[in-house]
């Protein structure tokens, strides 16, 4: 929960001791701050999300054979990309994922 700026944290997640409930405290003083804490947590959820579907194609992906495996192909690069795109992943990462993902389907 970090600003824009590294190093600077503006809230702390912490778990209550006797219920084990997570409780987000908030420590910035300025409303701005304060809504850009509540963004940062937004993102970081919608990201999380975002993340582990697109894992969970790769994982069904790679269990896939045959023809199955080539109609999915299209649909999980578009997922890979996007997550680039957003910036949850480098580019880089995507590439290599979306090229070793291309070189399975062909072997299949």
Known sequence: MADKHRGLTF????RNHKTGAKILEN???HSATKKDVRQAAKRRERNKF????TRNAI????AAS???????LPAVASMIDK???RGIIH???????????ARKA???
Request: charged share 40%.
């Open 59 to 62: 994982r069904d992906f790679r």
């Open 27 to 29: 420590m910035a003083n």
């Open 50 to 53: 975002y993340g582990k579907t």
């Open 66 to 72: 045959g023809k199955e495996a080539s109609d999915k």
């Open 106 to 108: 062909a072997a299949k």
């Open 11 to 14: 809230a702390v997640l912490r």
């Open 91 to 101: 580019k880089n990462k995507a590439a290599n994922l979306k090229s070793k993902l």
């Open 83 to 85: 997550l680039a795109k």
